[in-house]
């Protein structure tokens, strides 16, 4: 049985100049990846000189953390045919600036999750579990990635 190769790609593209020095060259980028059609304007993180009304890599990061557990979780929870209703996370990364190379050291992700009457609040934290240990992003970090859930169940 051969194995899939699941390829991604995305572009980044800046112009401007860095000749006048660290202090004052554009931050602002776009990002893309085909064949999605948004178009994504990205600056650094305020701290690094970029603007605040933009994404920085760093909120990426996290953001591409809560959406792989969100998509992971729904996949377990239908498979094991489980009623979610709703999933609002509230996640963050943390990246101490200290160190080289510094880095995001931590991420909580901190979902609420509302589920429809059946199954029991350990069984949802199961299902949270092992959508964490199949979640590809997290996988793919070095950082640590903890989930906290609140779960909540529907009144008929």
């Known amino acids: 049985m051969e194995t899939a ?3 991604y790609r995305a572009h ?6 860095t000749g006048r020095g660290y202090q004052h060259y ?3 980028h776009t ?5 999605a059609q948004d178009r994504l ?6 701290a690094f000189l970029g603007r605040p009304d933009h994404l920085n890599p760093e909120q990426l990061l996290v953001m591409a953390a809560s959406s792989c557990q969100l998509l992971s979780f729904l996949a377990v929870a ?3 045919g489980v009623a979610v209703l709703a999933y609002d996370d509230d996640a963050e990364g943390v990246m101490p600036d200290r160190g080289h190379p510094v880095s995001i050291t931590h991420i909580t992700l901190r979902p609420r ?3 429809a009457a059946g ?14 240990r199949h979640c590809y992003i997290a996988n793919s970090l070095r950082t640590e990635v903890d989930v906290a859930p609140q779960i909540e169940f529907a009144t008929p």
Request: glycine residues 2%; proline residues 7%.
């Open 5 to 7: 190769l699941h390829t």
């Open 12 to 17: 980044c593209r800046w112009s401007g100049s």
């Open 26 to 28: 554009r931050r602002e």
């Open 31 to 35: 990002a893309t990846a085909d064949p």
């Open 41 to 46: 304007v990205l600056s650094a993180d305020p």
């Open 78 to 80: 239908a498979r094991a």
């Open 113 to 115: 999750i509302v589920v």
């Open 119 to 132: 199954p029991t609040v350990e069984q949802i934290h199961h299902l949270v579990e092992v959508a964490h």
